[in-house]
């Protein structure tokens, strides 16, 4: 079966703290995905990847940065957190030519 | 980006066909409609996409509307696990898009013993 892999389902941190999320996939995928998830706004993408060490910006990328460097590992990077990046954090990942996303459980992040 | 608008909430009875509506009115020529869909503590999962023909997979058919402004996620028979949040998304194929979707609220399915 192929999966996504992340390394915490829950996660508490303190104010200030510097957090790394992990995503692994084992599909050989090119593109990979950073989501948080909250009540009432739903899924909003924070940054994707269509390349090692290459990085794009999503929707609400303040406060966070992205590392790829081997294709199928994707960190999400928290360099100070704070108390409004408590959230569930989704990882993904899909091929080129292939638009079907595939996701992992979810983190769900609380920061103190 | 193109958006679609879904009802917040449906019912189902288990065993009977579940019908959910989605209306993207301002899509172009080149956008897929993608539907995924969220079961309780878990991240999202594909269901199916199709970009003019209806679409039939072993999850569920997509019924497009002729002039693609609206789309139909068809259920055959709803089961109790079929109860999750159902994502109707738009999405432009190739260039520079590099297969990100945004999602929307979605449509919260709730099926009946």
């Known amino acids: 079966d192929v999966k996504v892999t992340q390394s915490s389902r829950y996660l508490v941190k303190r104010t200030g703290e510097k957090v790394f999320l992990e995503c692994v996939q084992d599909?050989?995928?090119?593109?990979m995905f950073w989501y948080r998830q909250d009540p009432g706004l739903g899924l909003r993408l924070i940054y994707f990847?269509?390349?090692?060490?290459?990085?794009e910006k999503g929707d609400i990328p303040e406060g966070y940065s992205v590392s790829r460097e081997k294709k199928e590992r994707f960190s999400l990077i928290l360099e100070s957190a704070s108390t409004n990046q408590t959230s569930m954090y989704l990882c993904a990942s899909s091929h080129p030519r292939n638009e079907k996303l595939f996701f992992g459980s979810g983190t769900q992040l609380s920061v103190l | 980006d193109a958006k679609t608008t879904q009802p917040n909430s449906m019912e189902s009875n288990e065993e009977e066909p579940v019908h959910l509506p989605c209306n993207h009115s301002t899509i172009s020529g080149t956008d897929y409609i993608h539907w995924y869909r969220q079961l309780p503590s878990q991240g999202p999962e594909y269901v199916i996409h199709?970009?003019?023909s209806n679409v039939n997979n072993r999850m569920a058919s997509l019924a497009i509307a002729e002039d693609r402004k609206s789309s139909t996620l068809i259920l055959h028979r709803a089961t109790l696990r079929d109860a999750a949040v159902y994502y109707c998304?738009?999405?432009?194929?190739?260039?520079?898009?590099?297969?990100?979707?945004?999602f929307g609220q979605g449509t919260i399915l709730t099926v009946h013993p």
């Open positions: 998304i738009l999405s432009e194929a190739g260039g520079t898009s590099y297969g990100k979707l945004t």
């Open positions: 990847s269509y390349d090692v060490k290459m990085k």
């Open positions: 599909m050989d995928h090119e593109n």
């Open positions: 199709g970009l003019t």
